[in-house]
């Protein structure tokens, strides 16, 4: 029999991991495959690959996920994650991949009962015809608890080696991890923002404001403090250094053709990207939070400089900052 080639949905996580190993193990040739979010997950896959010794393709995520994220048609989990519309559409783009890589079936870490919304054998199922699989996918850590797959019947896989294991504890998991020395998994806490709840507070509050969002918004919003301006701008402040440099890493390009405006403090205070006003429009509120969240010891006159398409100029702030120009009421920081 030809050697068979599998695609393996790779988290950075445990689960999937385990899954690509037992499935290596079986003289398989495995190619990893990482969707990578535009919402940002905090995982390392190139490390794991490089353990396992496969190939590694990274695909972004487009705004077909983002709209999906936004009216996902089987709802949500507990929090802005739609795991069930998420699985579908990460295995249809799995389709493609293993077609366009002459692969034979695609192998993904779920685990049964493992997560409450998507890891039902209900759910698999809708997943599975939704995505029109067509018997393609093998989940190798549960697959005793689901008859034979074709993978498993036409004896491509051995099913007396795949697994049965079931429900949230990763202890299982941690012994064969050990047992095949598995080695560059993120901890089993790690990974979507969409599960998590100030992320999704963030979220839903910025499709309530944002009818068509552009990617640039969409990969900002995991980064910084956001407010929303009485002038009906949006403002994000980084919390350090690095994310003041991830904001203009992923911005520079929206503000270079002038659809947002960056600001970079030449002192110890935070860097900012607008949007949703032109640069000829910035409020006053700018300069105010830009220099309430700088180093309370500051005691001179400081530069701001402001990017703006292809030109730049500079607003002074004096320190200490005394003057407020906001209301009574502070603009709330949005989660
Ligand atoms: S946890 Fe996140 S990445 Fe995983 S299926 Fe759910 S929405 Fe998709």
């Given at each position: 029999?030809?050697?068979?080639k599998?695609?393996?949905?790779?988290?950075g996580?445990?689960?999937?991991?385990?899954?690509?190993?037992l499935?290596?193990?079986?003289g398989?040739?495995?190619?990893?495959?990482?969707?990578?979010?535009p919402?940002?997950?905090?995982?390392?896959?190139?490390?794991?690959?490089?353990?396992?010794?496969?190939?590694?393709?990274?695909?972004?995520?487009?705004?077909?996920?983002?709209?999906?994220?936004?009216?996902?048609?089987y709802?949500?989990g507990?929090?802005?994650n739609?795991?069930?519309?998420?699985?579908?559409?990460?295995?249809?783009?799995?389709?493609?991949?293993?077609?366009?890589?002459g692969?034979?079936?695609?192998?993904?870490?779920?685990?049964?009962?493992q997560?409450?919304?998507?890891?039902?054998k209900e759910a698999?199922?809708?997943?599975?015809?939704?995505?029109?699989?067509?018997?393609?996918?093998?989940?190798?850590?549960?697959?005793?608890f689901?008859?034979?797959?074709?993978?498993?019947?036409?004896?491509?896989?051995?099913?007396?080696?795949?697994?049965n294991?079931?429900?949230?504890?990763?202890?299982?998991q941690?012994?064969?991890a050990?047992?095949?020395?598995l080695?560059?998994?993120?901890?089993?806490?790690?990974?979507?923002?969409l599960?998590?709840?100030?992320?999704?507070?963030?979220?839903?509050?910025?499709?309530?404001?944002?009818?068509?969002?552009?990617?640039?918004?969409?990969?900002?919003?995991?980064?910084?403090?956001h407010?929303?301006?009485?002038n009906?701008?949006?403002?994000?402040?980084?919390?350090?250094?690095?994310?003041?440099?991830?904001?203009?890493?992923?911005?520079?390009?929206?503000?270079?053709?002038?659809?947002?405006?960056?600001?970079r403090?030449?002192?110890?205070?935070p860097?900012?990207v607008?949007?949703?006003?032109?640069?000829s429009?910035?409020?006053?509120?700018v300069?105010?939070?830009i220099?309430?969240?700088s180093?309370?010891?500051?005691?001179?006159?400081?530069?701001?400089?402001?990017?703006?398409?292809?030109?730049?100029?500079?607003?002074?702030?004096n320190?200490?900052?005394?003057?407020?120009?906001?209301?009574k009421?502070?603009?709330?920081?949005i989660?």
């Amino acid at each position: 029999m030809a050697k068979k080639k599998a695609i393996s949905l790779l988290s950075g996580g445990l689960d999937s991991t385990l899954a690509t190993k037992l499935i290596l193990d079986q003289g398989i040739e495995v190619i990893g495959l990482f969707l990578e979010s535009p919402f940002g997950c905090k995982d390392d896959v190139s490390l794991i690959a490089e353990h396992l010794g496969i190939r590694l393709i990274t695909v972004q995520k487009g705004m077909d996920y983002v709209d999906l994220v936004r009216n996902p048609k089987y709802g949500y989990g507990k929090n802005m994650n739609p795991c069930i519309d998420c699985r579908i559409y990460m295995f249809k783009i799995a389709q493609q991949v293993m077609d366009a890589e002459g692969a034979d079936f695609i192998i993904t870490g779920e685990v049964l009962g493992q997560r409450p919304m998507s890891q039902r054998k209900e759910a698999m199922a809708i997943i599975d015809r939704d995505s029109q699989s067509d018997e393609r996918i093998l989940r190798p850590l549960s697959a005793q608890f689901f008859p034979p797959t074709l993978m498993e019947r036409e004896g491509w896989v051995d099913r007396d080696k795949l697994l049965n294991l079931t429900g949230r504890s990763r202890s299982e998991q941690l012994k064969w991890a050990e047992r095949l020395k598995l080695k560059g998994y993120a901890a089993p806490a790690g990974g979507c923002l969409l599960t998590d709840a100030n992320f999704s507070a963030r979220l839903s509050e910025f499709f309530d404001r944002t009818s068509a969002p552009t990617m640039t918004e969409v990969r900002l919003l995991r980064l910084g403090r956001h407010f929303n301006l009485s002038n009906g701008a949006h403002l994000i402040l980084g919390r350090n250094a690095e994310e003041s440099e991830e904001l203009w890493e992923i911005s520079r390009k929206t503000v270079l053709e002038g659809e947002m405006t960056f600001f970079r403090a030449d002192f110890s205070g935070p860097d900012a990207v607008l949007s949703g006003k032109t640069c000829s429009e910035i409020s006053n509120e700018v300069s105010h939070l830009i220099a309430k969240y700088s180093n309370k010891s500051l005691v001179s006159q400081k530069e701001v400089e402001v990017v703006c398409g292809k030109s730049t100029f500079i607003i002074n702030i004096n320190f200490p900052y005394t003057s407020n120009p906001l209301s009574k009421e502070e603009l709330p920081v949005i989660q």
